[in-house]
């Protein structure tokens, strides 16, 4: 059995003024750091006992999943890995005033709709799932914990779950995973004999 930890990265620091940064929003993006909050907060989730005997650490290539992956990965001793298959969607633009009103929206409920050269949530889906399944065939029956984004850990679970981003409810086989948002440091347990999902949990 292969355990995977799926977990979204703690708070970001949002108080960043970007007026004479001239690198690109999606670089801003990658680059934003995490909060003195978000710091403790990966930091106290490492020491959790779900979280100690950990084999294999994963992050997404942004900062705020690695800043907060190194925590788990100093407590379980290991070297941490980065992976950008696992990195959040791409919105395709230059500034945030291209983005629609309504591009949230549209974007969980059409997953082909993409703006730009921006990532659709099929497409998202697919990246995020085939880095997994990579994963699972490398390091089999291994606990794993890879530490990703909000949108990408919600569009691959809807490779097996029922999710619904409007009345905020997953479920698997009939089972409620999750009544809410997923917030930071949310972390899901799927639990994979061979390549198939057997049982997902909400853990934090």
Not at 57 to 86: C, D, E, G, H, P
Not at 179 to 191: G, I, Q, S, Y
Request: hydrophobic share 40%; aromatic share 10%.
């Amino acid at each position: 059995m292969t355990t995977i930890y799926l977990m979204r990265h703690s708070m970001v620091l949002k108080d960043i003024n970007n007026d004479y940064n001239n690198e690109s929003l999606q670089l801003q993006n990658e680059k934003m750091p995490l909060s003195i909050e978000g710091e403790e907060l990966a930091s106290n989730i490492s020491k959790e006992s779900e979280l100690q005997n950990i084999d294999v650490v994963i992050s997404s290539n942004y900062v705020r999943a690695m800043s907060t992956a190194k925590y788990i990965s100093n407590a379980n001793n290991v070297n941490l890995i980065v992976n950008s298959a696992f990195g959040e969607r791409k919105f395709g633009i230059n500034s945030w005033d291209e983005l629609p009103i309504d591009f949230g929206l549209r974007q969980n409920n059409d997953e082909n709709y993409k703006v730009g050269d921006g990532e659709s949530q099929k497409e998202v889906r697919e990246r995020v799932y085939k880095a997994l399944i990579d994963v699972i065939d490398k390091y089999k029956d291994k606990r794993i914990v890879i530490v990703s984004h909000g949108s990408a850990i919600l569009w691959l679970l809807k490779q097996w779950c029922n999710v619904n981003l409007i009345e905020k409810y997953i479920t698997f086989k009939d089972k409620v995973i999750l009544e809410d948002n997923v917030f930071n440091c949310t972390t899901f347990k799927l639990e994979f004999d061979d390549k198939k999902l057997v049982n997902i949990e909400k853990v934090f």
